[in-house]
């Protein structure tokens, strides 16, 4: 549900206004429009960049914690204790640490780079002894250093260059040669690095060990500073919010007043007047106009809320949509559990988000909830289905099973108008879904124009619907009786009035009648793209089952000629990587397709806009670990 808001206008003086914003940032349920658009001021260019800086080394932090894990335990300082200018500072001077630490990690790692660049070119030669080599260039010869394919090698070098072999790495050997002049010979010329190949392995050591020191001191700061760093982090988020709000008003009256506007939510509106009228502010209350840009909050019961996440992927509503989650939410839970279409699966993925349950933080939570309600869902679609770790149980003779075995829909055992029994419930369970859709596009036209602008929506689900019916269920073997035949017929007659000649009021019924028209031809070609759509259900679901079988066949079939003393051992590793393949994939499309089917067939019917902006009220944040 979307909840109502009121627009709410203020008018304080220049001497009131640092304190009326104290007042309403203390209130904590204003959301404040930014009246003066790019306008800012340098507290908050310095505060912006402030928190960017705490974004980086934060990332930096956690990437360390991740990449170099320790045992070592570390008492971390609790903010709390701290006042807001300890904290500030203490934070800033870590973050400093962690900015020289990151500044010396990279130079000492292109460093690394560039020692074992020369520890491999030096290799082959050993430790060359540099000093004689320049003892023999001061008598004129010339030392050089060359590789070429060993069978490209030429004796005749050795006789005129004294090209002497030093060593042979995957088939090219390297020599040395030493002449007057330099040689002309066909092989790669090597500049070899100015010390000798002990110096450069030592300073690798100690290049190592100056990065494990660095690694170490981030861990350090991450285990003791983190939440000192996080708890400014949230400090200076509240800087730039206040900073904003400071800055979002218009000048009246000679720049005497100052103009601010903002949003409340109307179940606090009561609250808020009676807290303004105490600070003696100058306000005015009204219902939004229709072009206003209204922040949104949505709210749900615990079900619905779940899958608000997947809705903000879409984008929010808009305060003329209807909030669609609670209509998608079982639908969308329904097609992940049709696409993955495995029970053994499903188990996999309720098991581990029961014990994610239990490790997540609160906030959370819900995803692991989410997990468990989709896993479910795909435990019971599995089992409707037979379907279990990529075994058909409609094709075993397992004693167990021989009871309920002619149940599972499957089509082996029965078929729909001579289509597996799966496909046409995927297209049923998407016209039902584009049925919805099109009611809720009749609410809201209904909702913002009237009642009467819902009729061409409200007419295309009762023909559809009583078509459906009329036709459907005599070919299911449904004898229909006489007078439910003529009911059908006259609703179908009374909806292609509505159709036609009532689904814009605001137009004639030559108009009416053209638009009628198109929006039959659009629907004519539309549903049936849209119910077509909703067989990738049932093909998902069968692609899974196939490949989960496939996999089954290759660790029977690869290992039939072991003893099962040893075949066990490659049977499972066989069945882990083919179902742990397997299970990736069907994750995957299980998301991506229930969410194409929710943003595109079923919000399009639905007339679901989207484009809104979050509710975000002025208020304190706190930290909270």
Known sequence: MITPMRKITFLVTNKEYEQFIADIRRLGVVHVDELQSGVTSDEFE????????????????????????????FTAIDPSEMSRDELCAEALSQIEQIET??????????????????????EPWGDVDFDQIAELEKHGYHVGFFACPTKMLKAEWADLYYATPIDEVDKKTYFVTFSHE?????????????????????????????????????????????????AAQVEVSNDISLSKVQLSYESVAGDALKLMQG???????????????????????????????????????????????????????????????????????LFFGLCMGDAGYGIIIFLVSLILHGKLKEEQK?????????????????????????????????????????????????KLFGYSPMMVISVIIGLIQ???????????????????????????????????LLFGLPACGVELPQYVQYVFYGLIGLSAIGIFFLNNPSKNI????????????????????????YIRLFALGLTGGVLGSVFNSLAIDMTDSMSWSVRWLPMLIILLLGHGINFALCMISSFVHPMRLTFVEFFKNANFEGGGKAYEPFRVKTYKK
Request: net charge negative.
């Open 101 to 122: 630490l990151f500044q010396r990690e990279q130079d000492v790692k292109r460093r690394i780079e560039a020692t074992e660049k020369n520890i491999k070119v030096l």
């Open 434 to 468: 584009v049925l919805l859709g099109m009611v809720l596009a009749g609410m809201k036209a209904a909702k913002l124009y009237g009642w009467t602008y819902g009729i061409g929506k409200f007419s295309w689900v009762t023909a559809l619907l009583s078509a459906v």
């Open 182 to 230: 330099h040689p002309d010979i066909t092989a790669e010329t090597l500049e070899l690095p100015p010390k000798p190949l002990s110096t450069y392995r030592d300073e690798l050591s100690q290049l190592k060990q100056q990065l494990d020191d660095i690694h170490s001191n981030q861990l350090y700061i991450n285990g003791v500073y983190r939440d000192v760093i996080q």
């Open 366 to 414: 819900p995803y692991a909830t989410l997990g468990m309600f989709l896993g479910g869902m795909t435990i019971v679609c599995g089992a409707l289905t037979g379907s279990f770790f990529g075994i058909d149980l409609t094709q075993q003779d397992w004693a167990f099973l021989a009871p309920v075995k002619k149940w599972f829909i499957n089509e082996h055992n029965f």
């Open 263 to 333: 949003w409340i939510p109307a179940e606090k509106e009561d609250e808020v007047e009676e807290f303004l009228d105490k600070k003696k502010i100058f306000y005015e209350t009204e219902q939004p106009d229709f072009d206003d840009k209204v922040p949104i909050e949505i709210k749900n019961n615990k079900y619905s809320s779940l899958f608000e996440p997947i809705l903000k992927m879409y984008s929010l509503p808009n305060y003329h949509d209807l909030d669609v989650t609670p209509y998608f939410a079982p639908f969308f839970m």
């Open 46 to 73: 310095e505060n912006r960049a402030l928190a960017e800086r705490y974004k980086n080394a934060l990332k930096e932090l956690s990437f360390a914690y991740e990449t170099y894990k320790t045992d070592r335990q």
């Open 510 to 533: 030559l108009l009416n009648f053209g638009g009628g028209v198109w929006d039959t031809y659009g629907m004519a070609t539309g549903l049936l793209g849209d119910l077509l759509s």
